[in-house]
């Protein structure tokens, strides 16, 4: 019997954990194992383009004449700025940190938890909460409707001009000729020059009508809880017939999404990602007109005093333990031209360093929770059972 405990403790003391290896240096798969990833970073930068459609008036001519206006938009225009970024990291599996894990001492490690990209999530814990981002389209749009495009005339006079001219006619009576007036009515359209003018004298009119009603010389006024309807409309009436002779601009907004998966190669460096024109917007063209955008990143080298012997791979093949990830702290900047536009401070799980988890804690007593995007430790959780 005592041969039987001795065998027993010996199999004990020699079970000293599990085994980790890269399955890049895998010769053979094992027979009984589990898999499982660490996280790499991909940067998502989402980019809030501002566009501006201006639209001259077409009485544009005629605004300084009869209402005095200077400065109005005198053709077509569009103007593009960058009004909006924001920065964020999405996971993906690292091809290059993939590992086979086997064991056979069941009483070390119960089970590895990972996500549906099998991420490292966990070990001994169900928790799959944390969420992976996703790939959007490359840009999306909200633009206003095309009717604010179009613009009105309101105004209740006819464009069709009606004249009575008298003409004298010459009529035979009897043997002698005599001339008896004739009224002859004509038609015709109003000149551009006309339409310009009713436009500006309808602005006027609806001006002296609001003056009217605010100062009170109208005898008969509408009640109190009608007024500001009725101020309202005569101001977007009035607005509608100025747009007539100053123009109009509307705004809408649509979101560019780029991606960039950095590497230590990438560090203090400048990378070009688009071109940018203020005329235009985002365009892979090159001229005198557009400027460069780049994404640059910076190394805080957080993890800098960290045993450099975990960025070495060969450790990888000999592993007795769970390997995670120690992401590095790293500043993106993101840089128009020579101007800086953004900059946000993120961790990158590929820039950082591998380590070990303590044999200790892949004890079922343990229950671990690993962060997906970053590859880092969560939290340690002692188990009650």
């Known amino acids: 019997m005592k041969y039987f405990y001795l065998f027993l403790v010996l199999a004990l003391f020699s079970c000293k954990g599990v085994k980790v290896i890269n399955t890049k240096y895998i010769k053979k798969i094992p027979k009984n194992y589990l898999t499982y990833s660490l996280p790499t970073n991909i940067i998502h930068i989402d980019v809030e383009v501002t566009e501006t459609k201006n639209l001259s008036g077409p009485y544009h001519d005629f605004a300084e004449k009869l209402l005095g206006i200077k400065n109005v938009i005198k053709s077509d225009f569009d103007e593009y700025i960058i009004s909006d970024i924001n920065v964020n990291t999405i996971s993906r599996p690292d091809t290059n940190n993939t590992f086979f894990v086997t064991s056979h001492c069941y009483n070390k490690l119960n089970y590895i938890n990972t996500n549906e990209q099998n991420i490292l999530s966990g070990i001994n814990n169900l928790d799959n909460s944390n969420l992976n981002g ?51 009515k004509t038609t015709d359209t109003l000149t551009f020059d006309e339409l310009a003018q009713n436009a500006a004298h309808h602005v006027l009119r609806i001006r002296k009508r609001l003056f009217k009603l605010l100062s009170g010389a109208y005898k008969n006024t509408p009640n109190i809880s009608s007024i500001n309807e009725v101020i309202a409309e005569l101001k977007n009436e009035e607005k509608q017939y100025l747009e007539l002779f100053i123009g109009k601009s509307f705004s809408s907004q649509k979101h560019y999404h780029f991606y960039f998966t950095p590497s230590l190669s990438d560090i203090d460096k400048k990378i070009e990602i688009a071109m940018f024109n203020k005329s235009a917007g985002f365009t892979s063209l090159e001229n005198n007109n557009n400027i460069p955008i780049y994404i640059e990143i910076n190394n805080t080298n957080s993890t800098k005093h960290l045993n450099d012997a975990f960025l070495k791979l060969k450790k990888a093949r000999k592993n007795k333990s769970i390997i995670y990830r120690i992401p590095e702290n790293i ?39 690993f962060n997906q995007e970053t590859g880092n430790i969560n939290s340690v959780i002692l188990n009650k059972n």
């Open 134 to 184: 996703t790939i959007n389209n490359k840009y999306f749009t909200n633009n206003l409707p095309d009717s604010n495009a179009k613009f009105y005339e309101l105004t209740q006079k006819d464009i069709i001009n009606t004249k009575t001219d008298t003409v004298w006619k010459q009529v035979k009576i009897d043997t002698n000729f005599t001339k008896i007036p004739v009224q002859r």
């Open 331 to 369: 500043i993106v900047n993101f840089i128009y031209g020579d101007e800086l536009l953004y900059e946000k401070q993120i961790q990158i799980s590929q820039l950082g360093i591998l380590s070990n988890l303590p044999k200790t804690y892949l004890s079922k007593k343990y229950s671990i929770k």
